[in-house]
C-alpha cells in the first residue's frame, strides 16, 4: 500500500524560504512519478512541479526559478524547496503519487498525502 506522508509546511514571511518533506512507502521509486500539488479552499488541487523515476522535472510556470523538487531515493523522500515565497504560494501543499511515466499536466495523479498547510504573509 503507498503510503505518503508531508511535512515542513508553516508561516513565512514573504521572501523567506521553506522546504516540504514527503516520506513514501510501499512502492519502489523507479515506478513513479513524484509531485507537488497544492489547493486554495474551493478550488481545485493543482500541480506545482513533478519529477519523474529519470530525475526529469516540470514546473508550474508562477513557481519556475523559485521551487526545486527532488528526491532521495535511498530514503524514499520527496522534497519541494520553496525559495522567495509570496503571498499567493499560500495553499494546502500535497504530495502525490502515480505509476510510471508523470500524467499529463492537469491531470491529479493516483495517490495523495494528507497535506501540509503553507502560510505566506506580506
Known amino acids: 500500500q503507498v503510503k505518503l506522508v508531508e511535512s515542513g509546511g508553516g508561516s513565512v514571511q514573504a521572501g523567506g524560504s521553506l522546504r516540504l518533506s514527503c516520506a513514501a512507502s510501499?512502492?519502489?521509486?523507479?515506478?513513479?512519478?513524484m509531485g507537488w500539488f497544492r489547493q486554495l479552499p474551493g478550488e481545485e488541487r493543482k500541480e506545482v512541479a513533478a519529477?519523474?523515476?529519470?530525475?526529469?522535472?516540470r514546473y508550474e510556470d508562477s513557481v519556475k526559478g523559485r521551487f526545486t523538487i527532488s528526491v532521495d531515493n535511498a530514503k524514499n523522500t520527496l522534497y519541494l524547496q520553496m525559495n522567495s515565497l509570496k503571498p499567493e504560494d499560500s495553499a494546502m501543499y500535497y504530495c502525490?503519487?502515480?505509476?510510471?511515466?508523470?500524467?499529463?499536466?492537469?491531470?491529479?495523479?493516483?495517490?495523495g498525502g494528507q497535506g501540509t498547510q503553507v502560510t505566506v504573509s506580506s
Open positions: 519529477i519523474d523515476s529519470d530525475d526529469r522535472t
Open positions: 510501499g512502492y519502489h521509486y523507479s515506478a513513479f512519478c
Open positions: 502525490m503519487a502515480d505509476w510510471g511515466a508523470c500524467p499529463r499536466r492537469g491531470l491529479e495523479f493516483t495517490y
